[in-house]
């Protein structure tokens, strides 16, 4: 399986960025698909998430209506949609993979495979 994540970059504050997670390798419509995020010198902590059917969603506390994610199933892609984004939002952003639950947990050992991550940077 490879995921295959993108979209970072360098914005300024109050910006809008969309990352996108293509999946391969496997039936993408059984999985949910989640975003997670690690700064430097801090643990890695789940942002977004949606379930296989996408008919659930789950966001991290800090994300206060921000950010929206959804999935094409035809496309085997996850989007991210990321606005007003703020300075503390740098970071590296992964996309991971799940069959662990038919919802969408926060967990990061529920996730079994993982993307190389793209860089989100947020100027002041």
């Known amino acids: 399986v490879q995921l295959q994540a993108s979209g970072g970059g360098l914005v300024q504050a109050g910006a809008s960025l969309r990352l996108s997670c293509v999946v391969s390798?496997?039936?993408?419509?059984?999985?949910?698909v989640s975003w997670f995020r690690q700064a430097p010198g801090k643990e890695r902590e789940f942002v977004a998430g949606?379930?296989?059917?996408?008919?659930?969603?789950r966001f991290g506390d800090f994300v206060k209506g921000r950010f929206t994610i959804s999935r094409d199933n035809a496309k085997n892609t996850v989007y991210l949609q990321m606005s007003s984004l703020k300075t503390e939002d740098t970071a590296v952003y992964y996309c991971?993979?799940?069959?662990?639950?038919?919802?969408?947990?926060?967990?990061?050992?529920?996730?079994?495979?993982w993307g190389q991550g793209t860089q989100v940077t947020v100027s002041s």
């Open positions: 949606i379930s296989s059917s996408g008919g659930s969603q």
């Open positions: 991971a993979t799940t069959r662990r639950s038919t919802g969408v947990p926060s967990i990061i050992s529920y996730y079994d495979d």
């Open positions: 390798g496997r039936t993408f419509s059984d999985y949910a």
